[in-house]
């Protein structure tokens, strides 16, 4: 794609990298039969080509965001199913972060818009704050069924829909919470490892279960865990809602936390059970590049993380229990799949383990969920998750697995079909609990 920007344009990096990035898209339009938005919309400007075209002319004109361009940048679900169909490697998403900046900076959005996005950016990185709005949204669920429904998907969320999509997504019931920052798990028998395990925000309220499954199998298999002292939200949240300065100074604060741990104890590697986060923290390096003093250690730290899945894909598991009859649907969430283009691994660990996995039709899609998305934007979440949960019902399955607690909510709210993270699964085949039962 021919581009044109100015010398002084180009003197800016992230001009310059946003000019290498169009000139690679060849307007093919592969990868628009792959997006969800344009494959539930059918609109030219929801789809990947059309986006890129709208960025480029909002960064060249070196203008304020149209509200027409924000509806659609907003729609878009970061979900990178368009890199992977991208024959020409264009990296779909360094241009539209830079798009969500620069929307957060120069665009003002209706007030009630505004103050939704800055709560939902102070709630959700904060556990405590995040365990307390859920309390609370447990107490307004019975008013949920008086909120307005769509109409159709097209239409633009109202403040109501957007609480109403909030209050659908509050659990019942919160379990207990699990271990805090500063624990160290200690290996059972000799130590072959040593690593750290990402707390994570949202997911430590609504899930502890899911890190101790990682804690359990880790443990039982010779490797010590290591929850970091004062480590914070990855900046994913705030990330994806375009604030920038906020969740670079959680980059370089775990950044930070994580060096000194691994100058102190050592680290092997630093694990991520929510692949949301885990895409996140293996672009710290991109992040921080012109960041003189963080520059050389974002980029170690992204070389240390890895999905769970990885590291245990690496590890000579213990006997399995055979589960022989028990059908899961694998969920490939798109940051796993796309983001870090791992997509077979979790599925051969499953089945090497002793299940039946099958692969979801239209796996490469969506389910909806994408961070902040489903409050954001329910109308196009819901139909994306009911397509999901459709697809997922024509396998049959006893139990359906993800890689990502926001993709695990997601599902669940449409299926009575136990929902759990593959790192329970594994943990229960090398000895651990039953999942899905809590
Ligand atoms: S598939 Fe790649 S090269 Fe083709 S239009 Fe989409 S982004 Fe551009
Ligand atoms: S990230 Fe997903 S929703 Fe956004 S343009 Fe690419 S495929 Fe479409």
């Given at each position: 794609m021919k581009t044109e920007f100015s010398l002084a344009q180009l003197a800016d990096p992230d001009i310059a990298e946003a000019d290498k990035i169009l000139r690679a898209c060849v307007h093919c339009g592969f990868c628009t039969a792959t997006c969800p938005t344009y494959v539930l919309l059918g609109d030219e400007l929801d789809s990947p080509r059309g986006r890129i075209y709208l960025i480029k002319e909002m960064l060249e004109k070196d203008r304020p965001p149209t509200a027409e361009v924000v509806k659609h940048i907003d729609r878009c679900l970061s979900c990178l199913a368009c890199m992977t169909t991208c024959p020409s490697g264009v990296n779909y998403m360094h241009l539209v972060d830079q798009a969500r900046v620069r929307i957060e900076r120069d665009f003002k959005r209706p007030l009630t818009e505004r103050v939704l996005r800055a709560v939902l950016a102070s709630v959700l990185p904060r556990p405590e704050l995040f365990r307390l709005s859920m309390i609370m949204a447990r107490f307004g669920r019975p008013l949920a069924a008086l909120l307005p429904t769509p109409k159709t998907a097209t239409a633009t969320p109202t403040l109501l829909r957007r609480i109403k999509a909030m209050l659908a997504l509050a659990p019942g019931r919160l379990p207990a919470p699990g271990p805090s920052g500063g624990r160290v798990f200690a290996a059972q028998g000799e130590r072959r490892g040593r690593v750290a395990l990402l707390q994570g925000c949202a997911q430590q309220v609504l899930a502890p279960r899911i890190n101790q499954a990682a804690i359990n199998l880790l443990t039982r298999h010779g490797i010590e865990v290591v929850l970091v002292?004062?480590?914070?939200?990855?900046g994913a949240l705030t990330h994806h809602l375009g604030r920038e300065d906020d969740a670079l100074a959680r980059a370089r604060a775990n950044i930070t936390v994580w060096l000194k741990e691994a100058g102190q104890n050592g680290l092997d590697a630093i694990l991520v059970t929510t692949s949301g986060c885990g895409t996140v923290i293996k672009d710290y390096g991109f992040m921080l590049r012109g960041d003189r003093e963080f520059a050389a250690a974002a980029a170690r730290i992204s070389a240390l993380a890895k999905d769970i899945s990885e590291y245990v894909g690496g590890i000579d598991l213990q006997p399995a229990q055979h589960h022989r009859d028990i059908v899961i649907a694998y969920h490939s969430a798109c940051s796993l799949?796309?983001?870090?283009?791992?997509?077979q691994a979790p599925k051969e660990l499953l089945s090497k383990n002793g299940f039946v996995v099958k692969d979801v039709p239209e796996?490469?899609?969506?389910?909806?969920?994408?961070g902040t998305y489903n409050i954001l934007q329910p109308d196009i979440a819901n139909k994306l998750r009911d397509r999901k949960v459709a697809n997922i019902a024509m396998v049959k399955p006893d139990m359906i697995a993800a890689g990502n607690i926001g993709c695990m909510m997601q599902i669940a709210g449409g299926t009575s079909v136990p929902v759990v993270h593959t790192i329970e699964l594994l943990d229960w085949a090398t000895g651990g609990p039953r999942p899905g039962l809590n």
């Open positions: 002292k004062d480590e914070q939200c990855c799949q796309h983001g870090q283009k791992i997509a796996s490469h899609l969506c389910c909806g969920s994408a």
